[in-house]
């Protein structure tokens, strides 16, 4: 390729000089092509008006266009422009042409010179026009054709250079077309020994990948020969290892998940709700209340017995109902002045399976962020039913409620990762990541709040019903 550039730019520049020298020569020559018609005008005025040649150098514009020259002066310009013409012709056979046209001004230089001798002296004029016609018109009439052959001559030749350069790029566009092919074939053939010499490697790799997809950890890439594939291999190997512990770790954390949720799920439980129902026990205690000390203590009892659930991730909603319901009347005994609640679920969905401590959350946040931050009596209502294959669970309170800038981060706080979340969303963000955990994405924890109107809590989950899910 190297060589058919180098080749390419030399005949692309030999081309341009001759181009140039040839055009340079033809237009050179084009201009003295006025010679005969200045030279014939001037000297027919000369006899016509008796002048000396001397007279007519003024370069004056006739009315036929033709400028006046000094004829001693045109030829000796002519023979000037011949030497010029000799070193710029390309072709060898328009220097005997330059000759001959030197020649013939030497010769019509001599006639002039008679002709000024018989317009000055006793000729008579019929006899100087006759001279005029045989002796200069003659001559530059042979002067001026011999200008056109080296016109012609040097036009003909520029052809020849130009056919000469289209056979040359004929010539290089074969030459080149020649060098792309054997690139093509080598470039073939070097691809195909690389490419063989890496693919069989390469396929067993994916072999083993194959295995990897399809469970099988303990597949091993075989050694190979090119280093940069043995690193892939190596690196393979050790990245199924890796793999392989990683799955061994998470089986050993998928056997205790259970017991980190439940350590979760206690910690929803407020410790100033256990202090506050012991004080209230003892107040009753105290003040010989021994009937709702009872109720008290079994519903406290009722209540941890529901959230410990004997290591149960699980339980039906009747069970579910019993522990809010549980909750709720002890609340009762504090705030009986400004709570009241209503429990509804329907019967139909009383043995269906729902994750334990579901509701209490929700239940817990009515009161202490609705019901007790509003004068006067609020209403909490859980109920929950059967909407198509789904269960729906509400629970709503008509107090305080949240503006939308509150109810906005408290939706954002409960899908947040554990270690990000606010500790008065802790409770509701476990539930709502339970349930996504237990269902899927596409379920989880709706709320809905209005400040000075009250907040709705929704869930909504798949029907199970008597499945084992622990």
Known sequence: MLFALVY???????????????????????????????????????????????????????????????????????????????????????????????????????????????????????????????????????????????????????????????????RLFLLCLLIVAEAVYLVVVLTRRAVESITKPIQNLCDQIGKVGEGDFTARAGNADIREIQVLSDSFNEMTGEIRMLIDNIKDKEKNLHLVETRLLQEQINPHFLYNTLDSIVWLAEDDRSEDVIAMVTDLSNFFRTTLAAGKDFMTVREERSHIESYLKIQGFRYQDIMEYEIDMEKEISECMIPKLLLQPLVENALYHGVKKKRGKSLIRVWGYREGDCLVFKVVDNGKGMTKETLQELRNNIEKPIDQRGSDSFGLANVNQRIKYYYGKEYGLDIESEENIGTEATIMIPSKKNTNFS
């Open 8 to 170: 390419s730019i030399h005949s692309m520049i030999s081309a341009t000089a001759t181009y140039s020298d040839i055009t340079k020569s033809i237009t050179y020559a084009n201009d003295r092509l006025n010679f005969k018609e200045s030279m014939d005008y001037s000297t027919y005025l000369a006899v016509v008006q008796k002048e000396e040649f001397e007279d007519l150098g003024d370069g004056e514009i006739m009315v036929n266009g033709v400028a006046t020259v000094n004829p001693y002066e045109a030829i000796e310009d002519l023979r000037s422009g011949c030497r010029e013409l000799s070193d710029m012709t390309a072709v060898d056979m328009n220097q005997n042409q330059i000759r001959r046209i030197s020649n013939t001004l030497n010769v019509l230089e001599l006639n002039l010179e008679t002709l000024e001798d018989m317009i000055q002296g006793s000729g008579v004029y019929e006899e100087n026009m006759q001279y005029l016609e045989d002796n200069i018109y003659m001559l530059t009439t042979i002067i001026d054709e011999g200008i056109r052959e080296y016109i012609r001559v040097e036009t003909a030749w520029l052809q020849q250079i130009s056919i000469l350069q289209e056979k040359r790029n004929i």
